[in-house]
């Protein structure tokens, strides 16, 4: 069965590829959004992911508004395009991976060098036109992946762009559970894992199930960057903590 969907996975791609280079060029942005949300249900299915979304992901989210997120595996951008498509901020490594760098490039996917201010300068005010431009703009501010039940640091940097396109912080939280709720390892992409030693933990996984937390927005009248970031990594890890410690905190 593994290796069956690992075949399906590659056609997938092979698939993507092809409507990328093709159909791509004569389709308006709503026909390329629509084609992208549907491929990326297709491939978490595939992958054997179910997904679940939180109630409040029935109303209407703010927009504009920049877009942000907690990450624990490459799939976090196609469960997220499953919901809404967006133009994704990611490490210029994932440009290099096979197939799924070049789709993620010519769908709009921003890329950014670590350690290069400069880099950051550019894609910030790239960030800034494509919201007024009234697209979809969404960064993982951790600036790389973490186990599940962790959430790291997040850069402020980013941050500016929402404050300098006057829109608010829109975060959302991300998980991937077990048939019991409980958080999935074979999720996690972080070590020296490679692109392919996931694929496969995750179709070993015996399925699992992909929840989206949709949470306040955050307002940036009058703040700074650092109190956004801090402000949207509060409410992100707050949204991932166990039921229990949740009810702790409410008391406390």
């Avoid at 077990?178 to 996984?205: C, K, P, R, T, Y």
């Avoid at 009248?221 to 990594?233: D, I, K, V």
Wanted: hydrophobic fraction near 45%.
């Amino acid at each position: 069965m593994r290796y069956w969907r690992l075949t399906r996975l590659a056609l997938h791609l092979l698939v993507g590829l092809g409507k990328v280079a093709l159909l791509f060029p004569l389709l308006n942005a709503a026909g390329r959004e629509r084609r992208v949300q549907r491929w990326s249900r297709q491939l978490v299915a595939i992958c054997g992911v179910s997904m679940r979304f939180d109630q409040s992901l029935q109303a209407a989210p703010v927009s504009p508004a920049l877009i942000i997120c907690n990450h624990i595996s490459w799939l976090d951008i196609f469960v997220i395009n499953t919901l809404h498509t967006c133009r994704f901020v990611a490490k210029s490594d994932i440009r290099s991976w096979p197939l799924i760098g070049w789709l993620c490039e010519h769908t709009g996917t921003i890329f950014i060098a670590r350690g290069r201010a400069r880099d950051v300068r550019r894609i910030y005010e790239g960030l800034v036109k494509s919201i007024h431009d009234g697209e979809r703009v969404a960064f993982f501010p951790e600036g790389t992946t973490a186990p599940q039940g962790t959430v790291l640091p997040f850069h402020a940097n980013l941050f500016e762009a929402a404050l300098e396109a006057d829109v608010p912080v829109q975060p959302y939280a991300i998980r991937y559970v077990d048939a019991d709720g409980q958080l999935h390892d074979a999720a996690d992409f972080v070590g020296d894992m490679n692109f392919l030693q996931s694929v496969i933990a995750i179709m070993n996984s015996g399925g699992m199930t992909a929840e989206l937390i949709r949470l306040p927005p955050i307002s940036t009248t009058g703040a700074h960057r650092r109190e956004l970031a801090q402000a949207a990594h509060n409410a992100i890890a707050g949204a991932l903590l166990p039921p229990a410690h949740q009810e702790q905190r409410k008391v406390g």
